[in-house]
C-alpha cells in the first residue's frame, strides 16, 4: 500500500511530468540538443560535486555490507563519467524523430492522409542500482520529445539528487521546463507503487532491472509496461550448414559473452550436421570451460569422438526453458528446420534466434516462420543489439509484441498519429 | 470467478489457437485468400440455413423483452448478407501485410538489419450484438495472419454458431486449420474472464462494445486491449479561418452523423471570429434540432444576432468532457489558439480534433502540438475512419497510444520483428 503523503507527492509529480510532457514535445531539435550539451558541460564541470554525492552512495552501500560487484556498478568513476558525458553527446547528434511525417496518399475524398511520429508523452524509468542510467535514460527521453519521471535503486539516491539538479539546470538554459525530468525525490518503495498505476500522467514505463523487478512491475501496472523478461536464444545448425560458419557463429554465440541477454542459451543441430561439427566446436567450448548439458544422441557423437562421458551432463527438460547468463550450454540434435522451429516455439522466449544454412529456401522459411523479435541467418545472435542495429542508442531491449519489440532506441519512445490536410473537405 | 468447466474448455481453446497461430502466421496470402471467398461463396449457399439460425435468436431476444432497435442490429437480413459477403470479397482483394520487409541496411559490422512485418499470433474479439461482427473480425485476422478467438454477444450465438461453422469449413478448404478461428461455443460469462487473463495463448484483445464493456475489459486484462474509449472531438475555428470553410466543416463534422466516436461534441471558435461565423451556422444547427450548450460570450453574440436565450442552454464544466453521440453542440470562445489548444489537452480524449484556418504557422502547431489520435486541417472530424484513410477495412478505433493509434487496419493486427542477413558474421 503507498502511504498517503508518497502518493500525494506522486500525484502533484505525474501532474507536472503531464504538463512539461506537452512542452518537450513542442520543444524543437535545436533546444533538445541544446539542453543535451548543456548537461554534458554541467557534468564535467561538477565531477568534484558529483563524485561527492557518490561517495555517501558508496559508503552507506559498504556500510550496509554490499560486495565489491554490487560497490562498482554504484561508482561514478572518472571513466564512468566521461561514458556519460561522451553518451549525452552521442544522442545529441542523433536524429531528431518527432515530426517526421510520411505515407501522405491523397484520398479518394481529396484529403491527404499521412502519419507524423511524436512522443509517448511521460514515460516512467524505474531501474536498479547504476546511476548512469538517470543520464541514459534522462537524455533519449528528452531527444525523443517525451517528459520523464525517474525512480533508480535507493542505493544510488544521492548520486541521483545530484544529476537530477544538473539536468534541471540544463532544461531551464535550454528554455525548456525543469519539470521535464523529474528524479523521484524519495526512496519510499511505494513511490513505484504509485508510478505504475497513473495511466493519467504517465504513458509507459520502462523498467531497467533484473527479472524479480520486471515480472513485479508488470503483474501490477495498470500503465503500459515496456518490458525485457527471458532470452533464451537459439542457434539452428541446418543440415545445408556451412560447417566453418556453423562454427563460428555458434562460439561466438555463446562465448563472446556470457551475461548478455542475447547470447545462445541452446543450440540446436540437424542430425546430418553434428559429426562435422560438434566435436571440433565442442572442443572449443570445452577449452573455454563452458559446461555442456546434452541430449543423447548428441552425448553418443561426443563420445564417438573421444569425449569423456564424464564431462557431460544431460540435459533435462528443465534445461530448454533456462536462461543460463553463465558459461553454460545445452544442445539437442534435431532431424531438420521444422523441428528446430518447433523447440524454439515451444522452449524459447521470443527474444533471438539464427539459422546457420546455405539454402536459400531454408533460410527464409526460418526467417518467416520464427516468432522472435530478432530472427537471423548466418550471424551471431550477439548482434541483437540497438547499436549493432545502428539504432544510435538504446533504452532497452523488448520481449513485449505490441509496440516495440526488440532493441528500443528512439523511435520506439514515440508513436504515430494520424494527420489528416483537407482546404475544406466534408464527408459525404 | 470463472467456474473450473469454462477455464479449462477456454484453456483447450487458447492453447488450439496457440497452436494454429504458427500455421496461420505461415500461410500463403493465396491459402488465406482462398478461405476468404469460400467463406463468401458458403455464406451465399447457406443463407436459408443461416437466416433459420438467426431466427432462433431473434426470437429470443423479442420474448426476452428486447425492442425492435436491439432485434434489427441482431437480424441478418439478405442485404445484412450481401454486405458481409462483399466484405470478404474486399478483404481478400486487399494487399497483404505479411511478410514485408523494410529499412534493410547494411550496417558497419557486415550485417543487414531491417525489420518485417509479422502477424500479433492470436487476437481476442469480443463484442455485442451484431452477428456480422463475426465474419468480419474473422476475415480481417485471418488477412493478417492471426489466429482468432471470437466471443459474440450471447443474445447472437445461434447465429455465431452456425457462422463459426462455415468459416471452420472454409479455412480447412484452403489446407488451414479449423480452429484459426475460433467462436468461444458458450454464452457463459465466465469465459469473457477467462479470455483477457491468458496472455500466454492470446497476444491481444480487441474489445467491441459500448464504453462500459471496454472500460470492464481494459480494467480486469492481463493481455494487451487494443481498445476505443471516448471520442470528445473538437473543431477550432480559428481567427485566420475562411468562414465558409469553417461553417461547411462545423456543420458537417456535428450533423453528418450524430452517433459517430468522430462527430465533433465541442466547437472552439476564436474571438475575432465569432461575428462572422457563429449566427449562420447557429441557425443551420438550429434548424437541424441541434442543441446548443454555450459558454456567455457565446450566448452574448447570438444574442446580438437575435437568438432567443431561452434557445440557449449555458454550458457546464461537465458539458466539456461530455461525448454526446447526439444533436448536442457545446460551444466556448478562445482567445487563439493556445487557448484553444489548452482547452484540448484539457477536455478532449485525444480522438480525432481540426483546426480550420488559412494560416499555415497556425495549422502547423496546431498539427504537431495536439496529442490526438487523428489532426486535421480543415477537415471534417467524420474523415477519421478506416476507410476515408484508405485501410480498405477497419477492425476498430484505437485510443492508445502504444501499437496502433486511431483507425486500425490490418497493419494494426500485426507488429515489427528485426530480421538479420549475415554470411557468418560474428561480433568482436
Redesign the interface.
Known sequence: MTTPNVQSMMTELGQAAREAG?RM??ASTAQKNQALRALAQAIESSTAALQQANQQDLQAARAAGHDEAFVDRLALSDKAIATMVAGLHQIASLADPV?EMSNL?V?P?G?Q?GQ?R?P??VIGIIYESRPNVTIDAAALCLKSGNATVLRGGSEAFHSNQFLAGLIGQALVQAGLPQAGVQVVPTADRAAVGAMITMPQFI??IVPRGGKSLVERITNEATV?VIKHLDGICHVYIDADA?P??AI??A???KT?RYAPCNTMETLLVDRSMAQQVLPDLCKIYQTKGVELRVCDQTRAVLAANGFKDQDLVTATEEDWRTEYLAPILSIRLVDGVDQAMDHI?RYGSAHTD?IVTQNHSTAMRF???V??????????T???DGF???LGAEIGIST????A???VGLEGLT?????????????S
Open positions: 506537452r514535445a513542442a515530426g496518399r484520398q475524398s484529403i492522409v507524423m511524436v509517448l508523452g504513458d509507459v503500459p556451412c566453418q560458419k563460428r557463429i562460439d561466438n554465440a563472446q516455439a539464427s526467417l518467416r516462420e516468432d522472435s523479435a530478432s530472427v537471423m541467418i548466418n550471424a551471431s550477439r548482434f541483437a549493432e542495429y545502428g513485449n509484441k505490441l509496440h519489440r526488440g532493441p508513436t504515430l498519429k494520424w494527420v489528416v490536410f483537407g482546404d475544406g473537405h466534408i464527408r
